[in-house]
Structures are given as C-alpha cells and as structure tokens.
C-alpha cells in the first residue's frame, strides 16, 4: 500500500508564497518513475500543475504557472514540494500529489495516467 500525503496548504493573500509538501510512505521511491502536482478548482476538472522526475530531476509545468512555481524532490526524504510565488486569486484549489510511471511527454498533463494519488490540500489566495 503506498500512501501519500500533503501538506501546507492554507490561506494567503495575492502576490504572498507558499509551499506544499508531499511524502511518500513507500520505503524506496525507486519504483517511481516521476511525481507531479494537480489542481481542482469548485466546478472544474483537475488540471496538470507540475511534474518532476526522481532520476535527473527533470521537470514540466503548466504554462499558466511557469515562472512562479518551482517543484523540487529530496529523494532521502521521500518527498516533492512545490514551492509557489506570486499567487493569484485564480491558483485557488485543492492540490493534489500524485506518482507517475515513464509517460510520453503528450501525456504528463493528464490526470488519469497517474497512479497514486494523496488525500490533498487547500490552497486559498484572497484578500
């Protein structure tokens, strides 16, 4: 069974930062090719935020976040993060953390080709 779990979402006001953190319970994430992060917005469908993989540390991000969010992975600590600047009222969402097998570069935004999935985590930007 492998469990993820996220953390540190929250309330911040436009143009504040935060971070979210996900762990993983596997003892080794060696089985995972890639991690990525999602959102779902109230009345919308979950949409591709960020991607990384664990060999190399390459990443991938939606275009509506490139420049402000940054994902990164501690492989000791089992764990990605995504470390988001300069929100905006629309980044507004539960995020989600999920585990990814090798996937062809068309289908890294795609929810239904990711495995594991955590419990996620409010974030809400408003003043």
């Known amino acids: 069974q492998v469990q993820l779990v996220e953390s540190g979402g929250g309330l911040v006001q436009p143009g504040e930062s935060l971070t979210l953190s996900c762990a993983v319970s596997?003892?080794?994430?060696?089985?995972?090719?890639?991690m990525g992060w999602f959102r779902q917005a109230p009345g919308k469908e979950r949409e591709f935020v960020a991607r990384i993989h664990w060999a190399g540390g390459n990443t991938y991000y939606a275009h509506s976040v490139t420049g402000r969010f940054t994902i990164s992975r501690d492989n000791a600590k089992r764990s990605i993060y995504l470390q988001m600047n300069s929100l905006k009222p629309e980044d507004t969402a539960v995020y989600y953390c999920?585990?990814?097998?090798?996937?062809?570069?068309?289908?890294?935004?795609?929810?239904?080709?990711?495995?594991?999935w955590g419990q996620g985590t409010q974030v809400t930007v408003s003043s």
């Open positions: 999920a585990t990814s097998t090798p996937l062809p570069t068309s289908d890294y935004n795609k929810p239904n080709r990711y495995d594991y």
């Open positions: 596997r003892r080794s994430v060696s089985n995972f090719y890639a």
